[in-house]
């Protein structure tokens, strides 16, 4: 990707060209530092990252694995031991399986979808809101019409009609997640296309006489980029929160891919019993993800906005 | 003014087209209606009469328009499984689903506005910090299992609140209620909580944030300087003017909250519409599913086009700026 120097650095001709991308990153590091609250939830987000994608190598076993897990160890309580001696820190559930290692996997499979959906929505919407904002007129009128319409649906109420057409699956929860967030995207990128597309620097890409397409990715979406990722980052949390919410209520992963969802909602069976931990620990474990994730983003939010700048 | 309200419900109308289009196709394509509706165990004769008498022979647009036509007669077809048509299902299960949503917004009001008035009054208080804290709380915490949680602490370990149901009912003006009864009460207080929650917590944000802005006004210097008592100011100058942006979200939460209370009916196992679509869904019931997300989607429409026309008639800008466009 071609960095685009800013108008300010284009206008300022004594600067020294070569370290101001280093300096940018640099104060922007300090910047978000400061606040000692977001750097522990980033902190506690990478650690649940780490989690999520060597959960193979760290959880104590494989949960879906059925030559390794045990009914007879099933909904044991937290701290218990199993038949051949193994400690389940978090109990068990209803299959004998060690929750430790279920949340592990869960947490697994509920970031992945999250983003992934959070990826594609992300690139679809701000391809969407770029277009609109570059071309202006009738297709910007159409398509913020189509953006305003959508927002006026409530999220769950999209998911729930198209994973009532489509039914259970990854991939239909996936396209449930894109048909639910890519509207935001595309109207934050619109927004901040409109004031990029004022500069100069656009003026002067078009004096070179490149081409549209060129002008609106190689130009327009760098610079719109970062109102972008601070809305992706609260996206991503109400995505993992959507479907945790869907697959709760049955209507999203399909048994044999458990997300933290499912967990809460095989729990839940075994609730009016008193076997809390099947759907507390998901929980709490759901409830830390997400709450890191916000945090993280609103310290991006308050560090990436020029108007907060000092 | 009356430009803008034609071209607004005409857009309301494509809309409505457009999702019965979606729906429909939706529904028959992706999923095979022959398997769905007949019975596997006919034979090839009693298949091919069974599929003429459903009108399934028919070219698919011919089937959608007959579709549209049975809809505008209210005609959905009969549930799989309740045997019953499915309109009647839908709008006996109404009632339920508007008491929740209702009393949620209630309380989220009567609640949240004070808290929030509180927190704004002494920010510095550690009651108010524990207040906007856990209002943040609010926003993180999954609905469900807040829910799942509730039930667990009230119904499972204290065992004071039921934790399934409606309770007993009261038939008020043809419609059973269940606020009106102590049980019904007792079966309504955790779900009309756990579906409030994160209203609670918006409306808390939004009072705390109002109630500092405001209290900083030259009309609040000039009421005390004047010798107002100062629970008048609080109550009258400051609460009045924090009302404004609270009216207007609590508004627009309104919609959010009847499509959320399919998460809270599924957990309270409360009859409304949310739990029989989640049912439907799960048990295949496709002309209960078809009905509901079309009904559902027509509300929904139906809504945003009052919201809209409400706020031209508030905010000229708005329709000024749409008739240019």
């Known amino acids: 990707m071609t960095v685009i120097p800013e108008p300010d650095s284009v206008m300022d001709i004594t600067a020294p060209a070569v370290p101001e991308a280093e300096t940018s990153l640099r104060r922007f590091i300090s910047d978000f530092t400061d606040n000692k609250v977001a750097v522990s939830a980033l902190v506690v987000f990478l650690a649940i990252l780490f989690v999520a994608v060597f959960c193979p190598l760290i959880s104590p076993q494989d949960p879906y694995d059925l030559a390794v897990i045990d009914i007879m160890d099933s909904r044991l309580p937290p701290g218990s031991e199993s038949m051949s001696g193994m400690q389940f820190w978090l109990g068990t559930d209803d299959q004998g399986r060690d929750m430790v290692s279920a949340i592990f996997y869960g947490l697994r499979t509920s970031l992945a979808v999250g983003a992934t959906s959070g990826f594609i929505a992300l690139c679809m919407g701000a391809s969407i809101g770029l277009i609109a904002a570059y071309f202006g007129g009738r297709v910007d009128a159409v398509i913020m019409r189509v953006v305003d319409l959508q927002l006026s649906f409530p999220a ?65 979406l760098p610079n719109v980029m970062p109102p972008l990722i601070v809305v992706a980052t609260v996206q991503v949390a109400h995505a993992i929160l959507l479907e945790a919410t869907l697959s709760f209520l049955g209507i999203g992963l399909p048994v044999t891919k458990p997300s933290l969802g499912l967990l809460i909602s095989t729990g839940f069976e075994y609730m009016m019993s008193g076997k809390y931990w099947i759907s507390f620990f998901p929980g709490i474990a759901l409830l830390i993800t997400v709450v890191s994730i916000n945090l993280v983003g609103d310290q991006l939010r308050d560090v990436l906005n020029p108007r907060l700048q000092k | 003014m ?15 087209v457009v999702m019965s289009l979606i729906v429909f196709f939706g529904v028959n394509v992706i999923g095979n209606p022959v398997d769905i509706l007949i019975n596997p165990e006919f034979d ?13 022979d028919l070219p698919l647009w011919q089937q959608y328009l007959v579709f549209v036509k049975n809809a505008f007669q209210g005609n959905f077809g009969e549930s799989f499984v309740y045997g019953e048509p499915t309109l009647k299902l839908i709008v006996q299960r109404m009632p339920a689903t508007l008491e929740l949503a209702f009393c949620s917004l209630l309380m989220s009001i009567f609640l949240g506005i004070p808290l929030g008035l509180w927190a704004g009054l002494k920010p510095e208080s550690p009651v108010s910090k524990t207040i906007m804290s856990g209002s943040i709380l609010g926003f993180s915490l999954p609905t ?74 030259d009309y609040i210097k000039f009421a005390r300087a004047k010798g107002v008592s100062p629970r008048r100011v609080v109550l009258v100058h400051v609460l009045k003017n924090i009302l404004i942006p609270v009216i207007t979200v609590i508004g627009l939460q309104l919609g959010n909250l009847i499509a959320f209370s399919v998460v809270t009916e599924t957990i309270f196992s409360w009859p409304g519409m949310g739990k029989l679509i989640i049912d439907s869904i799960l048990l295949l019931d496709r002309p209960v599913k078809v009905a509901y997300l079309l009904i559902t989607a027509t509300m929904f429409v139906t809504i945003n086009l009052v919201v809209d026309i409400l706020y031209s008639v508030l905010d000229p800008r708005v329709r000024l700026q749409d008739i240019k466009a």
């Open chain 2, 44 to 56: 090839h004769e009693e298949m091919e009469r069974a599929i003429k008498a459903l009108g399934l």
């Open chain 2, 2 to 16: 009356s430009v803008f309200i034609i071209r607004r419900s005409m857009q309301a109308a494509l809309v409505v």
């Open chain 2, 144 to 217: 469900f299992w807040v829910g799942i949680m509730m039930i667990m602490i009230f119904a499972v370990e204290l065992g004071i609140l039921p934790s399934t149901g409606r309770g007993a009912t009261v038939r008020v003006l043809g419609i059973d209620m269940s606020f009106l009864t102590l049980d019904g009460f007792k079966h309504l207080l955790m779900p009309a909580v756990n579906l409030g929650f994160l209203n609670l917590s918006l409306v808390i944000r939004l009072s705390c944030a109002g109630t500092r802005e405001v209290i900083l006004q």
């Open chain 1, 156 to 220: 769950i109420l999209v998911a729930l009609i198209l994973l009532a057409i489509l039914g259970k699956g990854v991939d239909k929860i996936i396209v449930a997640l894109i048909a639910v967030q890519w509207a935001y995207y595309a109207r934050i990128a619109r927004g901040s296309a409109l004031v990029e597309r004022s500069k100069e620097y656009i003026e002067a890409a078009h004096c070179l006489a490149l081409s549209n397409r060129r002008i609106v990715f190689r130009h327009l």
